[in-house]
């Protein structure tokens, strides 16, 4: 009788981090789809801390960047049975929530169904792995309950929310205290406890899960705390929660009003205006949610 060895997968996904953090949702979605499967993830070597720990990948292959290192992908798609490549590399691509059949998809489902592997359902989150090392390294800081995490800063300036100062002030008046997070080049805020580029992603992700909550972006650092289990309030102008940011019944979505002529389609970054829609959001909306945190 001969062994029938199980399927192996190729995942290339290389970036960026909240495509990354998704990575867990496509390895439940091959399991579903394919009988005891060695998965190989293929990711950008900054990304890596996201994979390391999930009980059902096999081996995790990092380099600086893959999109410039094509030849090496296709050298190793020879090894496997089924090559999964969901990685945004041309326009449709990138403009996928703006095309009449695509733009009520969240990013999420968009990569799924390029891999043909099946649908998201309502029970389906976003997962991540923390190690031992990465509780330590949280608990060490010695930081004082209450506290929120904020992140203030994506790589899209529309989508920049302006009065994270103002929050931090009304949120110490409370008595609570503020941890930043993200990367140095973020807007340093008054007051806040600085951990900007301090932090691994699993690290933030456990120090996410102790605070009273996180408010955050539609950016990567969300995903990574909707992913740790805490209470992330993510606040969206540019884009809406059908096609963007994280997803969960522990994710809050507070949605600004937008102008008449983009309620059809969200600029996703390229807003041709001067006030941004998500400085329609008050601080004392935001408030409001983190109250009942």
């Known amino acids: 009788m001969h062994t029938i060895r ?3 997968v190729m995942l290339v996904l290389s970036k960026t981090l909240g495509d990354v953090v998704l990575i867990h949702n496509l390895i439940d979605g091959i399991h579903k789809e ?3 499967p060695e998965i190989d993830i293929f990711v950008d070597e900054k990304y890596k801390d996201i994979i390391v720990g999930n009980p059902k990948m096999s081996v995790v292959y990092c380099m600086k960047s893959w999109l410039n290192n094509w030849a090496k992908i296709l050298e190793r798609t020879f090894e496997y049975d089924v090559v999964l490549i969901p990685q945004q590399l041309h326009m449709e691509d990138n403009v996928w929530h ?10 999420v489902d968009f990569y799924l169904d390029r891999c043909r592997l099946p ?6 989150k976003l997962k991540i792995f923390p190690l031992e090392d990465d509780v330590d390294a949280v608990k060490a800081l010695e930081i004082k309950s209450p506290y929120i995490v904020i992140h203030t800063t994506s790589l899209v300036p529309s989508k920049d929310w302006s009065y994270f100062n103002e929050l931090t002030l009304s949120m110490i008046h409370e008595g609570v205290d503020v941890v930043q997070v993200g990367a140095d080049t973020d ?9 900007r580029s301090k932090l691994s992603f699993k690290q933030i992700a456990v120090l996410c899960s102790k605070a009273k909550c996180f408010v955050g972006l539609d950016s990567g650092l969300s995903y990574v705390s909707a992913a740790s289990g805490a209470k992330t309030i993510v606040l969206q102008g540019a884009t809406v929660p059908e096609t963007s940011g994280p997803f969960g019944e522990n994710v809050i979505n507070i949605v600004s009003e937008t102008r008449e002529e983009c309620k059809d389609k969200r600029c996703h970054g390229n807003c041709k205006f ?3 829609c998500i400085n329609r959001i008050s601080i004392i909306d935001v408030l409001a ?3 009942k945190c």
């Open 6 to 8: 199980p399927c192996k």
């Open 34 to 36: 394919y009988k005891d």
């Open 98 to 107: 703006q095309l009449d059949h695509l733009r009520h998809q969240h990013l």
């Open 119 to 124: 649908k998201r359902t309502k029970e389906d």
């Open 187 to 195: 807007t340093l805020i008054d007051k806040a406890m600085d951990l």
């Open 274 to 276: 001067n006030d941004k």
């Open 289 to 291: 949610e983190v109250k």
